[in-house]
T-cell receptor, first 112, second 114 residues
Framework: QKEVEQDPGPLSVPEGAIVSLNCTYS??????FMWYRQYSRKGPELLMY????GNKEDGRFTAQVDKSSKYISLFIRDSQPSDSATYLC????????????FGQGTELSVKP | ETGVTQSPTHLIKTRGQQVTLRCSSQ?????VSWYQQALGQGPQFIFQ???????GRGNFPPRFSGLQFPNYSSELNVNALELDDSALYLC?????????????FGQGTRLTVV
């Protein structure tokens, strides 16, 4: 079993839809949770960064962490064609900055 | 743009050869981590360098090695290249002195082994 599980998709939605992306994990020591966006043939771009449980909002993006269920989510409101990319969840334990465990990534396509 | 730069952007090598990839970390960051990303997969942690020493390693053989220089830039060296080494190699920089552990990635080096 992988430490971090993420549905690879692909996920296709119409423009303006609310998108929900999810990851589950098995290591209860994870305390830092991140979402990266990766366009084709580019490096991952940090979207959201959350410590421990709770919600964090940034514009159209909301990240949720439920440590009791070992489950994290990223919501995208009013999705745009420019949101079409692969979304990667990543996690790390305390004091190990940069040592990230990634999910497989979910490929998202937003249709005009 | 993250300020993390990698070179070269693309590279084609023959099986059995050796390759060196380079990374300049973001200003203010003292830690560099290297990842391998196969097509359709998430990045896999190779190793991390902090204060010019290896600080943690993933499940990669010894033919993957690295260096970190006093200016915090880093190199990834791969010896005896195999076809399965074809991947996008990513460098990420972070600051271990910071409470936050955000890591910022470069654009990657796409290595093709033929």
């Amino acid at each position: 079993q992988k430490e971090v599980e993420q549905d690879p998709g692909p996920l296709s939605v119409p423009e303006g839809a609310i998108v929900s992306l999810n990851c589950t994990y098995s290591n209860s020591a994870f305390q830092y949770f991140m979402w990266y966006r990766q366009y084709s043939r580019k490096g991952p771009e940090l979207l959201m960064y959350t410590y421990s449980s709770g919600n964090k909002e940034d514009g159209r993006f909301t990240a949720q962490v439920d440590k009791s269920s070992k489950y994290i989510s990223l919501f995208i409101r009013d999705s745009q064609p420019s949101d079409s990319a692969t979304y990667l969840c990543a996690m790390s334990v305390r004091n190990q900055g940069g040592k990230l465990i990634f999910g497989q990534g979910t490929e998202l396509s937003v249709k005009p | 743009e993250t300020g993390v730069t990698q070179s070269p952007t693309h590279l084609i090598k023959t099986r059995g050869q050796q390759v060196t990839l380079r990374c300049s970390s973001q200003s203010g960051h003292n830690t560099v981590s290297w990842y391998q990303q196969a097509l359709g997969q998430g990045p896999q942690f190779i190793f991390q360098y902090y204060r010019e020493e290896e600080n943690g390693r993933g499940n990669f053989p010894p033919r993957f090695s690295g260096l970190q220089f006093p200016n915090y830039s880093s190199e990834l060296n791969v010896n005896a290249l195999e076809l399965d080494d074809s991947a996008l190699y990513l460098c990420a920089s972070s600051n271990r002195q910071s409470v936050d552990t955000e890591a910022f990635f470069g654009q990657g080096t796409r290595l093709t082994v033929v």
